[in-house]
């Protein structure tokens, strides 16, 4: 009887102590016209006939076998984009049910859906019944009159039950070829549990089977054994992306390699959907060809010689986006990667197990300004841009991807990865580990060198450098190369016992990204820009955050406590180094100064000794009058700076400045890296304050100390 009365408190209330049918109908009823009476008050005006529309197709949709919402039910030509929004204003007033079809039985299964298909489902069975005007006498009457629909009135009534029990909305999975459906699927916890809905007092079901087969049995226990069915995924989907040159191939013309490599791209039997800029793609070829045509008599530079195009490939994991979904990321993504100054067009190939995208752009610039050259890490800095653009659409993206690579060149995964150690590293390896066997002289230290694999280089005026196997270039045993505590003089210190080991110090970090403070922009509003602005802003603030979450990720901050301290830290080592330099500078000036007055002192002594021998006469004086005033000056700036210490012989003066310069190179490169690090820290706090709503006006606080 839930069927003919549904759930609402009126009708029921009809049937239950009336017992009045057409009371009960007129309940119903009264329902559907309030709700359709609603639909002309509350939304925009213009969508009311389309809600009115969808609203009563339902029926229609749910009487076909296959139950899938078609937007050309609802009208003849209708598209999804003219009705997408009439229908997602009768979800979010929750009188309908949206019931997305599940691509694999994976947790959590949101991150399955195929958000192009789905089903529709009223609120309420009862009303869904009233609606398609079926008489409550047809229940009691088998078959005769109702064979699909009682389908779906049973399935309205099992998924009414469904969602106020579990927290996640129910979806269903399916298949085309053989035809397999199973009608829902349910998550608990990290538990999922089929369910086929039956009408008729049938238990067996294909579809279940076939759900539950063998190439399933890797994720999903079989019910009938009494299985906790439990998903057991090892590995986390990831896209992939990368870029390669396509030249004029041998004994074929530029246009005919052009279409051949996009016939590829444009097989009907692979494509999924197709997007351009600047070009048409099926005449692609020739309009490549044309405006390299122009560049030619432009610039009067052949059009053979280089990359004729370029072809990037970015895939996605099975399930995580449809085939539009796909295309307008990779067509965001040859945008950003082009800039808006290339030709170009996207093909989304479905034919494999997983989504992916084909991006063919022009090697020259449709102003013909420009030619676009591969440059080093080209690769890397395309990933990294679609690993940007996957964040900001909420989508995986490669953290450690595998490492394949065996040739001199990394991969990806090295490149963002762990990394092998330097060529300096590698010596500075080296030399503590023969300084730790603890040689008798610095003969003897270059003989352990040689033993752990390193050819020793000796240079002109004493130098020595080391080369490891397989190694271009020597590296020089020096401070500025390999560090402090690594110059010869200290090696041989080491040796003598008069200083400890060098300490190992870490290479330099990868160039940071930029990361720019939010806008707020409805403080910009009020200072007068306008809506084109606020458009602008949003996406601007969207890739900040998205920098920012990128930049939690490689740093490992976990929490805010952790981001806050790794500020703070970066800010302190940032005024440490400023300290250090100022002091280093200062140092070295006054080194400087002092080697500059005892040379003008030594040059001007004997001029002052011989006006001394001339009992200091006006004549002599007269002729000597700038050596002598040199010699003051000279004199004064010593006593200044000395302050009554005694003067260092000039060969200590040059070893020191030669030192204090080198101290100062090495940290004025880890002040640039450390000002680098801590505008990063700082905009990136300032970007998750300003989302969690923690800015209290301080922001600017670590850049003004």
């Not at 309940?27 to 529309?53: C, Q, T, V, W």
């Not at 070829?285 to 990037?312: C, H, N």
Request: net charge positive; glycine share 6%.
């Amino acid at each position: 009887m839930y069927y003919v009365t549904g759930g609402m408190p009126e009708p029921v209330l009809m049937w239950t102590e009336a017992r009045d049918v057409s009371a009960m109908q007129e309940a119903l009823s009264g329902i559907i016209g309030a709700y359709e009476r609603d639909f002309a008050k509350h939304p925009n005006i213009s969508e009311f006939p389309k809600i009115s529309m969808i609203w009563k197709s339902i029926p229609s949709q749910l009487a076909r076998e296959n139950k899938k919402f078609i937007y050309k039910v609802v009208k003849e030509g209708a598209r999804a984009r003219e009705y997408e929004d009439a229908l997602q204003w009768l979800v979010d007033a929750r009188l309908v049910h949206k019931i997305y079809r599940s691509t694999a039985p994976g947790l959590p299964v949101a991150a399955y859906d195929d958000l192009s298909a789905f089903k529709i489902y009223l609120v309420d069975v009862g009303l869904l019944r009233r609606l398609a005007q079926l008489a409550p006498t047809a229940f009691g009457e088998g078959n005769r009159l109702f064979t699909e629909f009682k389908g779906a009135l049973t399935e309205n009534f099992v998924l009414q039950t469904l969602i106020t029990q579990f927290e996640v909305v129910p979806r269903y999975w399916s298949q085309n070829n053989p035809p397999y459906e199973v009608d829902f699927l349910i998550q608990r916890e990290n538990d999922i549990f089929p369910v086929e809905v039956k009408s008729e007092a049938n238990t067996t079901s294909k579809t279940l089977k076939k759900f539950t087969a063998p190439r399933f049995s890797r994720l999903w226990d079989t019910l009938s054994q009494g299985g906790e069915s439990r998903i057991q995924r090892g590995g986390v989907f990831t896209a992939t992306t990368y870029i390669r040159p396509y030249k004029v191939a041998a004994g074929k013309s530029a246009i005919q390699t052009m279409e051949e490599r996009f016939d590829y791209g444009l097989n009907p039997k692979k494509l999924g959907a197709v997007s351009a800029y600047l070009c048409d793609p099926s005449t692609a070829p020739a309009e490549f060809l044309l405006v390299k045509s122009q560049y030619q008599a432009e610039t009067a530079r052949p059009v053979e010689r280089g990359a004729l195009f370029f072809q990037i490939r970015q895939a996605f994991p099975p399930g995580e986006v449809t085939a539009e979904e796909a295309n307008k990321i990779g067509y965001e993504t040859a945008m950003r990667w082009t800039k808006g100054k290339y030709q170009f067009f996207v093909c989304t190939h479905t034919d494999k197990g997983h989504i992916h995208n084909h991006i063919y752009y022009n090697s020259t610039a449709f102003d013909r300004s420009r030619k676009f050259h591969n440059f080093i890490g080209s690769s890397f800095a395309l990933r990294r841009l679609s690993d940007r653009v996957c964040i900001e659409h909420e989508l995986s993206y490669i953290q450690n991807p595998k490492l394949h690579s065996k040739g001199r060149f990394l991969h990806y995964g090295q490149w963002i990865g762990e990394k092998p150690p330097s060529a300096q590293q590698r010596v500075r390896l080296a030399v503590i580990a023969a300084l730790e066997k603890k040689p008798a002289d610095f003969a003897a230290f270059l003989r352990l060198m040689e033993e752990s694999g390193f050819a020793v280089k000796h240079g002109r005026g004493g130098v020595i450098s080391f080369l490891a196997p397989g190694q271009d270039k020597p590296t020089r045993l020096r401070v500025s190369t390999l560090g402090a505590g690594f110059d010869p003089e200290d090696i041989r210190a080491v040796i003598a016992g008069e200083r400890p080991i060098p300490e190992l110090p870490q290479d330099a970090p990868a160039p940071p990204r930029r990361v720019d403070l939010v806008i707020d922009i409805q403080q910009r509003m009020a200072q007068g820009k306008g809506p084109a602005y606020a458009r602008w802003a949003k996406v601007y603030n969207l890739k900040q955050m998205a920098a920012a979450l990128q930049y939690l990720r490689e740093q490992e901050l976990a929490d805010y406590a952790a981001l806050e301290a790794s500020t703070e830290t970066a800010v302190d080592r940032f005024h440490k180094l400023a300290g250090e330099l100022r002091d280093t500078e200062a140092a070295l000036s006054k080194t400087a100064r002092l080697m500059e007055a005892t040379v003008d002192y030594a040059k001007t002594r004997p001029v002052f000794d011989g006006y001394k021998a001339a009992r200091y006469s006006k004549k002599y004086l007269a002729q000597h009058e700038a050596e002598l005033a040199a010699y003051r000056a000279a004199k004064a700036a010593m006593n200044e700076i000395l302050d009554g210490a005694k003067l260092p012989k000039i060969d200590t003066l040059k070893k020191s400045r030669r030192e204090l310069a080198e101290k100062k190179k090495a940290l004025y490169a880890e002040y640039r890296q450390a000002q680098a690090d801590m505008r990063e820290a700082v905009a990136v706090k300032a970007n998750i304050d300003h989302l969690l709503g923690v800015t209290d006006g301080r922001e600017n606080k670590a850049q003004e100390r």
